[in-house]
């Protein structure tokens, strides 16, 4: 049974369900607008196009502490403003948050949006400076595609071992693209479900061969959780990714990596975004919010130590 104040939720969102985008053709290059200078900071990609960034600013920062956010939509689709509805308007309030307008997989398939997100990475730790930030204090988060983009910019950034990430958000993050978990099969949620899912991977995983997908295109292929940033997640019950969400969080602790994990009964995906009134959704944003608060401070305690 859904959470109660779900049930009314997953009725009115239940027809919109299936609504993918079709594969589009690549949009021709476009030179920035003078006028969206001033609202966006752009990033040129090796191949000279340019890529927006949407950089918000805490009223008051209290910290150093700088968040690279990664916005959801099945890397198929969503947009930077995405942040606005999302738990990046709650990290806002405190720190630096920076989310790409990353390409999508309707026109360019894997490894564009990885790419995307990992040079917006490494231009923050390059301009800390200039944002106000500190290169120690890096965070990544993002939710379902965001927060599987941000376990494989995660895993890259180790593997590099160029950039430091201090914590990983990944909010139940889509990660699986093989999909044999229990809570995916058969999954008819509201908001994004089975069918959604396998339609997303096919879009993004193109160009690849099925028996060669690289763990940076789908995280959940990763077999070494060594030496991993400490994480914050959460996941409903009803949510096609628990299990793989699950899953993850079990291996980062079999690895001895620090993780603040939260089950939430009856919720379906993206509960936070779509009924951010509903005691579930207040529950989730405190316990992302405490729980950094908390990360933070064992951390500049052990600093002291």
Avoid at 129 to 144: A, F, H, M, T, W
Avoid at 211 to 235: G, H, M, S, W
Avoid at 246 to 275: Q, R, T, W
């Amino acid at each position: 049974m859904y959470a109660k104040g779900m049930r009314l939720a997953a009725l009115i969102y239940k027809p919109f369900t299936h609504l993918i985008p079709m594969r589009k053709k690549k949009a021709k290059k476009k030179t920035p607008k003078k006028s969206d200078l001033k609202k966006h900071t752009y990033i040129t990609r090796p191949d000279g196009s340019m890529m927006k960034i949407l950089v918000i600013k805490p009223e008051i920062p209290k910290t150093k502490v700088g968040i690279l956010w990664i916005h959801g939509g099945g890397y198929v689709t969503g947009s930077p403003k995405m942040a606005k509805i999302s738990m990046a308007r709650h990290l806002a309030k405190e720190y630096l948050i920076v989310t790409p307008e990353y390409r999508l997989a309707v026109t360019d398939p894997y490894p564009a949006a990885f790419e995307d997100c990992y040079q917006t990475l490494c231009w923050m730790h390059d301009n800390a400076e200039k944002l106000g930030i500190s290169r120690d204090e890096l965070i990544v988060g993002g939710d379902s595609a965001g927060g599987g983009l941000a376990i494989a910019v995660t895993l890259y950034a180790r593997d590099m071992n160029k950039i430091k990430v201090k914590c990983q958000i990944p909010l139940y993050p889509m990660i699986d693209d093989i999909g044999h978990t229990d809570s995916m099969q058969g999954n008819k949620a509201p908001v994004w479900d089975e069918l959604n899912t396998k339609k997303a991977w096919r879009i993004y995983l193109e160009n690849l061969p099925q028996d060669n997908i690289p763990k940076y295109a789908a995280p959940a292929r990763e077999t070494n959780y060594q030496n991993l940033p400490p994480a914050i997640t959460f996941v409903g019950t009803k949510e096609p990714f628990q299990d793989e969400t699950i899953n993850y969080v079990e291996s980062l602790k079999k690895a001895d990596v620090p993780v603040y994990f939260k089950l939430y009964p009856g919720c379906f995906h993206a509960f936070d975004v779509m009924v951010p009134w509903s005691k579930q959704a207040k529950d989730a944003k405190d316990f992302v919010l405490n729980s950094l608060h908390s990360l933070l401070e064992d951390s500049s305690n052990s600093k002291k130590g």
